[in-house]
């Protein structure tokens, strides 16, 4: 068994839901720009690459608070095992800016939640995996979350939008910038 270096750090989230699988994967796969931000050549073969911004917000805030990051966000290809689907995924910032996570992993749907785990790598070795220790962890953490929780709302309410019009929708196309 291969040790892990002691920088990288395991990252599990959960968030239930009742997901369609059948619509859900259309927008995680052909329709991921329309949420997920611009399409850029990917870098590894069978991957879909996009710049988007991954945000930050500070819970139990007021006013709200809210830290954006430009990021790549690569998307493998979907396998499907009985009653679930799985896809490599992995995020880095789209700039040489410090204090920002490398992540990879899989997200996991299945009909009651979609799943994210992986390992995510903080900036600066041993270092910052001290300084992950002491805040930047709430922050890598944080970002995940609210990952799962877009990707989760886009499936949710796409099937809620699929089942009124009686076609798969798309939802609004999310926003990217540089920096």
């Known amino acids: 068994m291969t040790s892990v270096p002691s920088h990288i750090t395991p ?24 949420w997920l931000g611009t399409p850029v050549p990917a870098g590894r073969p069978g991957f879909q690459r996009f710049l988007t911004d991954l945000s930050l917000p500070i819970r139990g805030r007021t006013p709200s608070l809210v830290f954006k990051k430009a990021a790549f966000v ?10 679930r689907f799985e896809m490599e995924i992995g995020w880095q910032s789209s700039s040489l800016a410090p204090l920002f996570p490398v992540f990879s992993g899989h997200l996991v749907l299945t009909p009651t939640e979609m799943r ?21 962890g709430i922050a ?11 990707t989760t709302e886009v499936v949710a309410t796409a099937a809620v939008l699929a089942d009124q019009s009686g076609s798969t929708a798309r939802p609004a196309r999310g926003t990217s910038t540089a920096g």
């Open 140 to 150: 890598a953490r944080g970002t995940a979350r609210w990952f799962l929780e877009r």
């Open 11 to 34: 990252l599990r989230l959960v968030q239930p839901a009742e997901i369609d699988l059948a619509r859900a994967m259309p927008l995680l796969t052909d329709n991921a720009e329309a």
């Open 74 to 83: 690569d998307l493998g290809e979907v396998r499907e095992t009985p009653g």
């Open 116 to 136: 994210l785990e992986g390992f995510y790598a903080p900036p600066g070795g041993e270092i910052g995996a001290a300084l992950d220790k002491a805040f930047l």
